[in-house]
């Protein structure tokens, strides 16, 4: 890459002009994940043999004359919840240990028809259920700010995997946070687009009404390419929106950025500002805020009422709908199959589901999956399950109304600066509670960023997020770039990374 933080639009220009080849840059980033991986583990596979053969296709292609895409030669890593042919897709699980796809997902063939080049599989949160990428089942990822720290979650290797240089973009997916929480804590940029805004055919389902597929870069810019290119109608997923993803490049030149900050509306949640979060990342979202009063925009204070019960929500919505997708993983069609014998007299049929699934799944899933059986059991959907729907319906209300007046909304990504390995494993409640300020966004179905706005006193990175109306991710990107254009948080690298 001639530079180990070279961004992939610098990348991209080196080989559509002939300055490096596709192949040299593949092998370099290779070279880095050889050299830095043992320690971070953000890969669970490195896609070696498949990576080299795109990049010399990607070399003969130019050669021969023929276009080449938006992504062109730009080494990526992707998240092991989206299926891949070429490489196994374990979700960071037993139950799929050696499943291999037999197709490759919606955004696997989009980036690939760009000319991206995919360098491996990222670690994560078993089946994405999780904040700290410390519950997979083939060990945890380290944040390369502190190896003895976590990377954040679920999409943590893939966080990982670009503060550390090993890749300029990847692919994360997001669900409650999944792609901006751990962007948060490793120093980068994590982009959840508008629900339905990109395909999810080929992403393995955790909640489907929450899930979708977002990007991770270094810089503002790269991940709006990244979007441009996963984005826009698909057939083979219903829930898939038909409206095209507009130029958002255009957005973040200096000629469409030059009055952008005089006009834009920003509001503050007073929800935002509460108790539990920790007071350097306030200080830091408030200097945030405080560049953007600067260069002239707009503050409004405004309120999400029913934002203080969101994590409940989402709780109660997320492991319901886990509970119905990871039915299917009973070790009859493929996944994990059992091969412990049935006890005499016991059922063969019921030995092998239960024995499969126990098998198969980790502590956190089965802990998800039996809150999600009885919120929806007998008795109770109306109680649970029924009743986050109706407070699901209320804060989509708040936060339409919120975002009418406004033209996107500032606070924290995260309550904190990322915790220990360890240090929360004894207590869920407090790593669900990581997710404080980003489940709103799905629970809402609205696209949001976070970028890297400061570091604690200890060294690690802060990230603030920025949430816009549905389909508002042209505002969204300009108005991040705005303040990364004034700022140099995103040029700082991991000591030991450089």
């Known amino acids: 890459m001639g530079s180990t933080w070279t961004t992939a639009a610098e990348i991209r ?25 043992s320690e971070i583990r953000a890969f669970l596979e490195v896609t070696r043999e498949h990576a080299t053969l795109r990049a010399r296709a990607l070399d003969a292609d130019r050669a021969a004359g023929g276009p080449l895409g938006l992504l062109a030669g730009v080494p990526l890593a992707v998240k092991d919840n989206i299926c891949t042919r070429f490489a196994r897709t374990t979700c960071a699980s037993q139950a799929l240990a050696e499943y291999r796809p037999p197709f490759d997902a919606a955004v696997i063939e989009r980036a690939e028809r760009a000319g991206a080049v995919i360098v491996g599989k990222t670690n994560l949160d078993e ?57 948060a804590f490793c120093g980068v ?45 698909d057939p083979r997923d219903s829930t898939c929106l038909t409206d095209p993803m507009v130029d958002l490049g255009s957005r973040l030149s200096d000629a469409a950025l030059a009055d952008a900050a005089r006009k834009l509306r920003i509001g503050i949640p007073r929800e935002f500002f509460g108790a539990g979060l920790d007071p350097e990342v306030e200080q830091a979202v ?47 069609h493929y996944g994990h199959r059992t091969s412990r014998p049935p006890q005499p007299r016991a059922n063969p049929t019921e030995h092998l589901y239960s024995a499969s699934r126990a098998e198969g799944f980790g502590a956190e899933a089965k802990r998800r999956i039996i809150l999600g059986t009885f919120a929806l059991s007998a008795g109770y959907a109306d109680k649970y399950y029924g009743k986050a729907l109706q407070v699901r319906r209320l804060l989509n209300r708040e936060m339409q109304d919120v975002l009418s007046r406004v033209d996107v909304l ?63 991710e042209p505002a969204l990107v300009q108005a991040a770039r705005l303040y990364e254009r004034e700022t140099d948080w995103h040029n700082c690298h991991p000591p030991a990374f450089q």
């Open 127 to 183: 089946f994405a259920m999780g904040s700290s990428t410390e519950y997979g089942a083939f060990g945890l990822s380290r944040n390369p700010w502190n190896l003895e720290c976590v990377p954040g979650g679920s999409s943590g290797g893939s966080a990982a995997a670009v503060a550390a240089g090993f890749v300029p973009v990847a692919l994360g997916s997001d669900t409650g946070g999944s792609v901006r929480q751990p962007a």
């Open 189 to 233: 940029v994590g982009l959840k687009p508008t629900y339905g805004r990109v395909s999810r055919f080929g992403l393995v389902a955790y909640g489907s009404s929450l899930d979708q597929v977002g990007t991770m870069a270094r810089t503002v810019g790269d991940a709006a390419a990244l979007l441009e290119v996963i984005a826009g109608p």
């Open 286 to 332: 408030r200097g945030a805020i405080a560049v953007y009063q600067r260069l002239g925009a707009a503050l409004i204070d405004v309120s999400l009422p029913s934002m203080p019960h969101a994590v409940a929500v989402y709780y109660l919505i997320a492991t319901a709908e886990c509970s119905s997708n990871l039915a299917r993983f009973d070790g009859v």
């Open 13 to 37: 220009t080196r080989v559509v002009g002939g300055e490096s080849s596709a192949t040299d840059i593949c092998g370099q980033s290779l070279a880095r994940i050889d050299a830095g991986d």
């Open 410 to 472: 500032i606070g924290p990504t995260t309550p904190t600066a990322a915790f220990r390995i360890g240090e929360k494993s004894a207590n869920p409640l407090q790593i669900y509670l990581a997710d404080t300020y980003t489940i709103v966004a799905n629970l809402c179905g609205v696209p949001a960023i976070s970028i890297p706005c400061g570091f604690a006193r200890c060294g690690l990175p802060i990230g603030m997020q920025l949430m816009a109306p549905h389909l508002g």
